[in-house]
């Protein structure tokens, strides 16, 4: 098999367990320093919203088939990317995987989210003027 058709399947099976984990994480109703999580139905984008901030924060693992939390705000800015690495399951069934790894994500949001509402600010601070 060539390495293209490998990589493709690789990426199919992370967004497809992209889309059931983000719903899982849903069904929890998880808040991080008033940060709520939730998924875009369309896109299946994974974002989190504060009342404090205009912007959400878009922070899908799997997104573009990277093994990784791609970071991003509402308006395009690049908030960057957190180095999660997590093995697609081929289903949801084995719930003690399955929760291992919202623990893993929850946890990086957890250490991220202080440094994230600071470059949130810096940008906003620089566009204002």
């Known amino acids: ?9 690789y990426d199919k099976k992370v967004a497809k367990y992209s ?13 991080i320093r008033g ?5 875009e139905r369309m896109t299946g984008s994974w974002y989190w919203e504060h009342p404090k901030f205009e912007d959400n924060v878009y922070a899908t693992w799997g997104w573009d088939g ?3 939390i791609e970071l991003e ?12 690495k997590l093995k697609p399951k081929e ?7 399955v929760k291992k790894d919202v623990k893993k994500y929850l946890d990086a949001m ?14 906003l601070n620089k566009t204002r003027g």
Do not use: C, H, Q
């Open 110 to 123: 957890k250490k991220e989210f202080s440094k994230i509402e600071k470059k949130i600010i810096k940008l």
């Open 66 to 68: 990277r093994n990784a």
């Open 19 to 31: 889309d059931e984990l983000g719903e899982y994480i849903k069904l929890l109703k998880p808040s």
């Open 91 to 97: 289903s949801l069934e084995s719930k003690l995987d």
């Open 1 to 9: 098999m060539k390495l293209k058709t490998l990589l493709l399947e």
């Open 35 to 39: 940060w709520k999580f939730d998924v």
């Open 73 to 84: 705000s509402t308006d395009g800015m690049d908030l960057g990317r957190i180095n999660v």
